[in-house]
């Protein structure tokens, strides 16, 4: 069964904490996404990764940072965690052909305080 | 401006019907792909079905069909007699393909809350 799998489910961080959000894919994709998701306006993609080291900003970056030293692994850096970054963080991996289906961890429900 | 738009942000239907979602996208290039995904309340996104720029049939997947008019930039969902699981936020995608090989990510829509009343 293949599998996406974000490190925690909830997390509730104070204001100005660094926090990483980890994601781990066994499916070997060389692409791998981070989504935010909040009600009413779907998913935005935040980065996403098309090959080790390499990231490209999606649509809303600022505030975020991402590492990914190995294939499998892709990590999201929130450098000083705000309020306005509580919500909903989806991580996804898929292949890197176009018609290919984005497999999606179960999320991570992020607080901050 | 907006990828990808869903103009239905919820909708109530009868078990049995037919229901559409509908979705428009935006993009000039010639290559891109459009998906379908599920989210129920338990909130695991579950991939529906697919459909090519350049595929000339109509996507289907047992219940679920895609009604693509390119012309008109648009992918509605077709879900055929409808289940009381069906019930969920259903979220329109779009992927846009690199000349050499290779593609963007998914770009969503705001998602349609689909409710199916027994």
């Known amino acids: 069964d293949v599998k996406v799998t974000q490190s925690s489910r909830y997390l509730v961080k104070r204001t100005g904490e660094k926090v990483f959000l980890e994601c781990v894919q066994d499916?070997?994709?060389?692409?791998m996404f981070w989504y935010r998701q909040d009600p009413g306006l779907g998913l935005r993609l935040i980065y996403f990764?098309?090959?080790?080291?390499?990231?490209e900003k999606g649509d809303i970056p600022e505030g975020y940072s991402v590492s990914r030293e190995k294939k499998e692994r892709f990590s999201l850096i929130l450098e000083s965690a705000s309020t306005n970054q509580t919500s909903m963080y989806l991580c996804a991996s898929s292949g890197l052909q176009l018609n290919t289906e984005a497999f999606f961890g179960q999320g991570t429900r992020l607080t901050v305080v | 401006a907006q990828k990808i738009t869903q103009t239905q942000p919820g909708m109530f239907v009868q078990e049995k019907e037919a229901v559409t979602l509908d979705c428009t996208y935006d993009?000039?290039?010639?290559?891109?792909?459009l998906f379908w995904y599920k989210q129920p309340s338990s909130g695991e996104m579950i991939f529906l079905i697919y459909q090519g720029s350049y595929d000339e049939q109509n996507a289907t997947e047992g219940r679920y069909s895609l009604n693509f008019q390119k012309a008109r930039k648009s992918a509605n969902l077709v879900i055929s007699a409808s289940q009381l699981g069906d019930s969920a936020m259903y979220f329109c995608?779009?992927?846009?393909?690199?000349?050499?090989?290779?593609?963007?990510?998914?770009?969503f829509g705001k998602g349609t809350h689909l409710i199916i009343q027994p």
């Open positions: 995608a779009m992927r846009e393909g690199y000349s050499g090989g290779g593609a963007d990510g998914l770009t």
């Open positions: 499916m070997d994709h060389e692409n």
């Open positions: 990764s098309y090959d080790v080291k390499m990231k």
């Open positions: 993009t000039s290039d010639q290559s891109y792909g």
